[in-house]
T-cell receptor, first 114, second 114 residues
């Protein structure tokens, strides 16, 4: 089944404790992206990657890191999480960067930082 | 600044009645337009898109959307609502020129009452 998977689905952590949220897609997609969803703000893009070893900042990159060493994986790293990073996070992928390509989303990771 | 507006936080419709979820945008040129749906505790799913051509676009689950260039709108519609249509709906826009990123609306919660 074609899908985007994220792990963990739920995470409660404390301020300053490094964490990684994994994202993997099995569709051989070139483009991958991380978003955070907060009430009333819609989706805001954190980072995106147009291919292996190519990443770029989105609208809200502060406090996050990403890497794209393999085409299928795009982990999101929070080196020192803070309470304002409490949010619902989505990973997405698409076949390419052209507008004809819709994005496929993972199920989401709900992160709480205390 | 480029933006997407979904003027209603919530829309309530009786089952069997037609529904409309509104989206307007402030983006230069003729952008590409998308609708995504998010069911509870799920990731976003692509519904439909407008790239070019006929202003009325048909998508998944009986939804359609009408592109209106003069009003810069892309309203989502369905002739007869189902209770299972209850979800969070997001409009997204991508400029034709300059960048690959989507500009997202804040989302509209659609509640279909039996």
């Amino acid at each position: 089944e074609a899908q985007v998977t994220q792990n963990p689905r739920y995470l409660i952590t404390v301020t300053g404790k490094k964490l990684t949220v994994t994202c993997s897609q099995n569709m051989n997609h070139e483009y991958m992206s991380w978003y955070r969803q907060d009430p009333g703000l819609g989706l805001r893009q954190i980072y995106y990657s147009m291919n292996v070893e190519v990443t770029d900042k989105g609208d809200v990159p502060e406090g996050y890191k990403v890497s794209r060493k393999e085409k299928r994986n795009f982990p999101l790293i929070l080196e020192s999480p803070s309470p304002n990073q409490t949010s619902l996070y989505f990973c997405a992928s698409s076949l390419g960067t052209g507008a004809i390509y819709e994005q496929y989303f993972g199920p989401g990771t709900r992160l709480t930082v205390t | 600044a480029q933006s997407v507006a979904q003027p209603e936080d919530q829309v309530n419709v009786a089952e069997g009645n037609p529904l409309t979820v509104k989206c307007t945008y402030s983006v230069s040129g003729n952008p590409y337009l998308f609708w995504y749906v998010q069911y509870p505790n799920r990731g976003l799913q692509f519904l439909l898109k407008y790239i070019t051509g006929d202003n009325l676009v048909k998508g998944s689950y009986g939804f359609e959307a009408e592109f209106n260039k003069s009003q810069t709108s892309f309203h989502l519609k369905k002739p007869s609502a189902l209770v299972s249509d209850s979800a969070l709906y997001f409009c997204a826009v991508r400029p034709r020129i300059g960048g690959y990123q989507l500009i997202w609306g804040a989302g509209t919660k659609l509640i279909i009452k039996p």
